[in-house]
C-alpha cells in the first residue's frame, strides 16, 4: 500500500518519461491515506511522500516502512517503526525468490534512479 503524495510523485515521474511503475496496474497495490499525520513531525526537508509513509506506519501495527532517505529513516527510529529501504526490498525479493538477479534493477540507466 502507498499513500496518496507517494502515488502521486510516482505519477509526475511518469509524465516525465521516467520509467515507473502505473500504481492503476497493480492489482496488488492499493493507495492508502493515512490518519494522524499530526503524530509525524514537520521537518524542512522532509516531504509530503515520506510523512504520509510514516503516518501509515504508525496506523498499521506491524507495518514495515519503506524509505530511502536519511531524514525519514531518522524520523521511523525515533518514531519506532520498522523500515527497510528500495535495496532491503530488493535483497529479500532475491533471497525469497521472486526475482532471479537484482543486477537489472540496479543498473536503471537514469542518474535520478
Given at each position: 500500500m502507498v499513500?496518496?503524495?507517494?502515488a502521486g510523485e510516482l505519477e509526475r515521474g511518469r509524465a516525465l518519461g521516467i520509467d515507473l511503475p502505473d500504481i492503476g496496474t497493480l492489482p496488488w497495490m492499493r493507495i492508502q491515506a493515512p490518519e494522524g499525520l499530526d503524530k509525524v513531525?514537520?521537518?524542512?526537508?522532509?516531504?509530503?511522500?515520506?510523512?504520509?509513509?510514516?503516518a501509515l506506519g504508525l496506523q498499521i501495527p506491524g507495518a514495515v516502512v519503506i524509505l530511502d532517505e536519511r531524514l525519514g529513516r531518522l524520523h521511523a527510529g525515533t518514531l519506532k517503526l520498522t523500515f527497510t529501504g528500495t535495496l532491503g526490498i530488493l535483497l529479500r525479493a532475491k533471497a525469497e525468490g521472486r526475482i532471479p538477479e537484482m543486477g537489472y534493477l540496479l543498473d536503471s540507466g537514469d542518474p535520478k534512479m
Open positions: 499513500p496518496p503524495a507517494v513531525p514537520t521537518a524542512a526537508d522532509l516531504g509530503a511522500g515520506e510523512r504520509e509513509v510514516l
